[in-house]
């Protein structure tokens, strides 16, 4: 299994530009979880899905982010209009429901600089 | 939302010594994971904890669930330079909504001395 895959690997955009970031999960797993991780405030959750449906969002900072999972296999985490705050490292994780095996296997991440 | 407390943030330690680090939390959570992170890649799960008194190794490391199930340990034996990284406990509580959601330390930061 190629794991969780994440595009780009690097982004840098300009304040103000919109910034797509791209996760393919592992095949199978039924969860999906989008994290932002910096020096500050560590690995924060953004938002999370079960079977492609939003469960919450509460972690999401503010309406100029948001997060879609039309199928199984594909989610996007967008920012619009960026700014130089949002500059993070962003995970995307994927796990297996169950009474068992629910660890959340993470992708390489996105590495974001907003100038 | 819910916070772990994770020790210590830093360490540095001589290659060949042991390693402890734990996490507490003030909820009761019903599974403990263990993960490390290289610069540059994401977390990667090295130990999964599911029972409260569970004792698990992997190699050189070895986790424990605390009997609270607030609390659990990571220990690393015999520390080598490969070892140098960011470690991150995550838990998932005992109750309610959200069940699937994961709560992350800050992380200890493990340098090795050759």
């Known amino acids: 299994d190629a794991g969780v895959i994440q595009s780009p690997r690097h982004e840098v955009t300009e304040m103000g530009q919109e910034v797509t970031l791209r996760c393919k999960p592992i095949s199978g797993h039924d969860y999906l979880f989008w994290y932002r991780q910096t020096m500050m405030r560590g690995l924060e959750l953004l938002i999370y899905f079960n079977n492609n449906v939003p469960i919450d969002d509460s972690g999401m900072p503010e309406d100029r982010f948001s997060a879609k999972m039309p199928n199984a296999s594909f989610s996007t985490l967008k920012i619009q209009p960026s700014e130089p705050r949002d500059s993070a490292v962003y995970f995307c994780a994927s796990s297996l429901s169950g009474s068992l095996n629910t660890e959340a296997f993470f992708g390489q991440g996105t590495r974001l600089t907003v100038v | 939302g819910q916070q772990l407390n994770q020790s210590p943030q830093s360490m540095f330690i001589q290659e060949g010594e042991d390693v402890s680090m734990n996490c507490t939390s003030s909820?009761?959570?019903?599974?403990w994971l263990w993960y490390k992170q290289d610069p540059g890649e994401g977390p990667v799960l090295l130990i999964a904890l599911y029972k409260a008194g569970e004792l698990t190794s992997n190699g050189r490391l070895t986790a424990q669930f605390g009997i609270t199930r607030k609390d659990s340990f990571l220990n690393i034996s015999a520390s080598i330079p490969s070892d140098v990284g960011i470690y991150f406990c995550a838990g998932r509580e005992a109750s309610g909504a959200g069940s699937y959601q994961l709560t992350f330390g800050k992380g200890t930061k493990l340098s090795v001395i050759p």
């Open positions: 909820s009761i959570f019903n599974t």
